[in-house]
């Protein structure tokens, strides 16, 4: 398993969860690392990104709730989310990515349930 992620579960609207993904580390060094989520019968959007130059991406409705974070010490990207509400509930992939090498890496989903 090349990307390893952890840190779904259920928890309550207003609460907090940290997601985990670990990769090798030649993917690590080599790839912008991200988070993908899905939704039961929608498409998988991309949630945040973290480029190796210390760049961040954020979709719209995440901004200012969820912080993406690289740990270069232990291969890993986080993705802390706070202020949950129901309407992130999905499945939550980790995905590595490097347009110019051509690749392109996907952990298996962990789900993040957000509900009362």
């Known amino acids: 398993v090349q990307l390893q992620a952890s840190g779904g579960g259920l928890v309550q609207p207003g609460g907090y969860l940290r997601l985990s993904c670990a990769a090798s580390?030649?993917?690590?060094?080599?790839?912008?690392m991200g988070w993908y989520r899905q939704a039961p019968g929608k498409q998988r959007d991309l949630v945040a990104r973290?480029?190796?130059?210390?760049?961040?991406y954020y979709e719209e409705s995440v901004k200012g709730r969820f912080t993406i974070s690289r740990d270069s010490a232990k291969n890993t990207v986080y993705l802390q989310m706070n202020s949950l509400k129901p309407e992130d509930t999905a499945v939550y992939y980790c995905?590595?990515?490097?347009?110019?090498?051509?690749?392109?890496?996907w952990g298996q989903g962990t789900l993040v349930t957000v509900s009362s």
């Open positions: 995905n590595a990515f490097n347009v110019i090498r051509g690749t392109d890496y």
């Open positions: 580390d030649t993917i690590f060094r080599d790839n912008a």
């Open positions: 973290a480029f190796s130059s210390g760049n961040t």
